[in-house]
């Protein structure tokens, strides 16, 4: 794995990130020497051509990450394949056209736009599919041996299972207690059969996950393959790596206490609040004109309200209030109080589904950005209703308001919403994994695919 924007991101994807980069860009230059009258290196260099076709190619490789691409590389379709490629072409032909009615010096020439995408179109899904079909069975695959078989663990070997271009394979696990198997992962024996195992099938990766019971873990062995050059890690560790938050199961307090890079570091979130009310003006001028069409929908669809004001939990466990869109009916917690907000909930207006699905609601919380409430990036703010429950049930809960929360964060974009206490626990664990490794680079990363969460429609309930 790359680790990049602190996130352990898969070698395979990397690369083919790279390559699809270069054969796009091949497809356009070499279609030069067929459709200009001046040399390619003329046109690239003191033309400016070099800037639009940049242009186009930014605009493919968008449109391939958001088909998701770049997150499921394993031709499952091949027509599918080939209609998503087509699509991102279509969407670079019209931003071409749209082109040609400015001023703007970027327009491609026409049948340099052509040939080049007709180019892209044959040889990128011939690519993926031979990708598909060898290059990620061979590339960087690691064979993982599990010394336990913790639930941590058996989460582990489900992502591998599920995600084979992550590059490592669950060859087995050592166990003492007889227990129900991992599917497609055999038990090798007892702890005793380290080293035989080991000499046999000679791993790559050796993830500890024996849990608690760390009197009978064979220190002096593990560290003597150590040595050899065995890769050795705890669960946790390896748990962080595949799924991207933090095993609240093996979470010890001394690992939070002891940690170097958990908690906020005053510089970052010195930077944080700058980039983000930047951020946050920013947007609250352009969608100004949105947010009028939107209230006056509000106002004009059911009655009540146009903001829905909201007391929330904030940094350091302070309240505040959040606005937002009102997406339900007036009053819709009058006889029930508060409650968890339900798929398909029946309090959702028509209209706030829509507003909901496009993440509209949301909008207003740039003010609360702007008043320093709250950050672009971070864990959502609950209720305190909520909070002093969850607090109570689910250990490690009060550590989220160690940052300030955010309209956007990590566990929004990888988890659904949720609305019981083991999605909670899953949140928690990506907002753990955020506090962590929290940077501006991880925060880039999360407002770049905030905006393909929201193109898509996803997540929001």
């Known amino acids: 794995m790359v680790r990049l924007f602190r996130v352990h991101l898969p070698a395979n994807t990397v690369a083919l990130f790279a390559a699809d980069t270069i054969l796009v860009l091949f497809c356009f230059v070499f279609s030069l020497y067929f459709t200009t009258n001046v040399a390619p290196r003329v046109y690239l260099l003191d033309d400016g051509g070099i800037w639009r076709v940049f242009l186009v190619e930014v605009v493919i490789l968008l449109g391939l990450y958001f088909h998701d ?5 394993r031709v499952l379709s091949r ?9 991102t072409l279509g969407v670079a032909f019209v931003l071409q056209s749209l082109l040609s009615y400015g001023r703007w010096n970027l327009l491609l020439p ?14 990128l899904p011939a690519w993926r599919m031979a990708f598909s079909a060898s290059i990620s069975q061979t590339v960087g695959d690691q064979s993982v041996l599990f010394l336990g078989a913790s639930q941590s663990a058996r989460d582990i070997m489900h992502r591998l299972a599920a995600r084979p271009e992550l590059g490592w394979r669950a060859m087995g696990y050592l166990d003492d207690q007889a227990g129900e198997e991992f599917p497609g992962v055999p038990c090798l024996g007892p702890i005793d059969n380290l080293d035989p195992v080991v000499t046999q099938h000679r791993p790559d990766r050796l993830v500890v996950a024996i849990g608690e019971h760390r009197n009978g873990l064979p220190l002096e062995r593990l560290l ?25 199961r093996d979470l010890q307090l001394a690992d939070l206490i002891f940690s170097s890079g958990f908690g906020p570091r005053p510089h970052r979130m010195i930077l944080q609040s700058l980039y983000s009310w930047i951020v946050a003006a920013i947007l609250a001028v352009v969608t100004l004109p949105i947010m009028a069409i939107v209230a006056v929908l509000v106002k004009l669809t059911s009655p009540g309200p146009i903001f829905y004001r909201q007391t929330r939990t904030g940094l350091n466990g302070a309240p505040f209030v959040l606005y937002k869109f009102r997406s339900m009916t007036h009053d819709a ?18 209209l706030g589904r829509w507003l909901r699905r496009l993440r509209l609601d949301e909008l207003p919380q740039l003010f609360n950005v702007l008043r320093g409430e709250m ?16 607090q109570a049930q689910i250990p490690y809960y009060a550590q989220r308001h160690a940052v300030k929360p955010g309209i956007t964060g990590w566990a929004q974009i990888n988890h659904k919403y949720g609305d019981s206490i083991d999605d909670t626990i899953v949140k928690l664990e990506y907002d753990l994994y955020y506090i962590k490794h929290g940077a501006t680079s991880l925060d880039l990363y999360i407002l770049f695919h905030t905006f393909k969460t929201m193109l898509l429609g996803r997540g929001a309930q």
């Open 69 to 73: 691409l770049y997150q499921e590389f």
């Open 79 to 87: 027509i599918q394949l080939v209609q998503n490629v087509s699509v």
């Open 110 to 123: 026409k049948w340099d736009m052509v040939f080049g995408s007709v180019g892209v179109l044959i040889l």
């Open 224 to 248: 003597d393959l150590r040595a050899t050059g065995l890769q050795i890690e705890e669960t946790a560790q390896t748990y962080e790596y595949v799924l991207h938050r933090v095993s609240t």
């Open 333 to 350: 917690e009058a006889e029930t109080g508060a409650v968890w907000s339900l798929k398909d909930d029946p309090r959702v207006t028509p």
């Open 375 to 390: 950050s672009m990036v971070g864990p959502r703010p609950e209720r305190p209703e909520f909070v002093h429950v969850l």
